[in-house]
């Protein structure tokens, strides 16, 4: 059996996992929403070459007109046709990447300023935006240059020529549509599955490891086909045959993509190649899908933030999200999942104020550990190590006596009485 290719399977989930990560409540290792890439800011530079200094090349001097229109064409490129998306005149977007390109130039609220001055220049920013396009168009613009969908957009509209292109508010449907439809902005929660390793097979061995990354992989395929019928489904209603066609064969060439490499990596690990329907619930007998288990759980933690602890109890259905507020402003969404085997992960993420708005810090932070021994008796309440985030400041944090249960259980209620 060629192990590179098993190693590939596991180094491919790790790029997986990077890709998935999002703002999403419910997303399993997610952070950040990624927006498309703003155009890069004009600064000056030294060149070092050969360890010395040398000049750089003579370049022609550019006017600041100059400047402010290649800033302008990187917009167009950037969020092409804004005018259709977000339903106003051409006066108006032309003024808009005027002052998107403006925007750009100014030297202001860089990534090396301290938090409040780079909120205090992003807020003057969009008061200046809202003030061109009215609160309706602003708030649609925001959602739009947040989502990268509007990319996929951009590229599945760059193939019809001007006649047939997608045009007017099916570009805004279409978009919004592929961002609730991705790790991006699906509002229905996602997850990676977790998985065990059977005896007398070692957890963390490479062919378990290998094991687990095909499984996530068919996971996610499984859910990409989901969100891909969904889309089709439901963008027949706005786009004319042509343009549905073109998306139904964007969606094949991605799919097919994926289900070669899976089943690849199916043949060498000894597997049939053809992708199940329906998740395995083992594999080859080395690993073997947990199952949550059913009902409402009781869940409980400590967080200590910049030494202020808070102690959290919660009792709702099993992976069901919670927020609560911890030391030094921050905001805490948790999410627990207590599975059949008694192993719990808890999901946490932490949130600051920036402009008003909750920001979260990093990514989504997962804790997993047994809540009871080969015996069936109860664990301790697990005990992570000190995390360091940073925002507006430095949070040093620490979660602590992390447990759950089935709630009501009896031996829930043994333990109380």
């Known amino acids: 059996m060629r192990w590179a290719l098993i190693l590939l399977a596991v180094l491919s989930l790790v790029a997986l996992m990077n890709w998935m990560r999002h703002n999403s409540p419910d ?22 070459i050969g360890g010395g200094l040398q000049e750089p090349p003579v370049l022609p001097i550019e006017t600041e007109q100059q400047r402010l229109q290649r800033q302008r064409e ?24 005027d002052l998107l390109a403006r925007q750009s130039m100014d030297p202001r609220g860089s990534e ?16 200046q935006l809202e003030k061109l396009l009215g609160e309706r168009a602003f708030s649609r613009f925001e959602q739009y240059r947040s989502m990268p969908a509007s990319r996929d957009v951009a ?39 977790s998985y065990q390793t059977l005896p007398p097979d070692v ?46 064969r964007s969606h094949a060439e991605t799919s097919q993509s994926w289900r070669r490499g899976i089943e690849s990596l199916r043949a060498e690990v000894g597997l049939t190649p053809a992708i199940p329907e329906t998740p395995e619930a083992t594999l080859l007998g080395i690993v073997r899908r947990r199952i949550p288990v059913p009902g409402e759980i009781e869940s409980e933690l400590t967080l200590t933030v910049n030494g202020e602890s808070v102690h959290i109890e919660h009792i709702g259905p099993n992976s069901e999200r919670f927020s609560f507020q911890a030391g030094s402003g921050l905001q805490v969404g948790a999410v627990a999942t207590l599975y059949d085997d008694g192993w719990l992960e808890m999901l946490l993420a932490y949130f600051e104020t920036r402009r008003g708005k909750p920001r979260q810090l990093d990514q989504w932070v997962m804790i997993g550990s047994p809540t ?26 620490r979660p602590t006596g992390i447990t759950a249960a089935i709630a009501d259980s009896p031996v829930r209620r043994s333990q109380d009485r």
Do not use: C
């Not at 005018?83 to 032309?94: M, N, P, S, Y």
């Open 372 to 397: 009871r021994h080969k015996d069936g008796e109860r664990s301790a309440p697990h005990d992570a190590g000190m995390e360091t985030h940073r925002g507006r400041m430095e949070y040093r944090i």
């Open 155 to 193: 590229r599945l509209n760059a193939t019809f020529d001007e006649a047939n292109r997608i045009r007017g508010t099916a570009i805004w449907q279409l978009t919004k549509l592929i961002h609730e439809n991705s790790a991006h902005g699906s509002k229905s929660p996602i997850s990676s599955s």
């Open 203 to 248: 957890e963390g061995s490479g062919r378990s490891q290998a094991l687990v990354a095909l499984a996530q992989q068919q996971d996610h395929f499984r859910m990409q086909e989901g969100w891909h019928n969904r889309i089709e489904t439901e963008a027949a209603s706005f786009l004319t045959p042509q343009q549905l066609d073109a998306l139904k």
């Open 112 to 127: 090396w300023d301290t938090a409040d001055a780079q909120d205090q220049v992003a807020s003057e920013k969009d008061a």
């Open 27 to 48: 997303l399993i290792m997610a952070a950040q929403k990624k927006a498309p890439d703003e155009p890069p800011r004009l600064f000056a530079q030294q060149v070092i």
């Open 74 to 97: 990187l917009y167009l490129q950037l969020y092409p046709r804004l005018g259709e998306v977000l339903e106003i005149d051409a006066k108006t977007e032309g003024d808009l990447y």
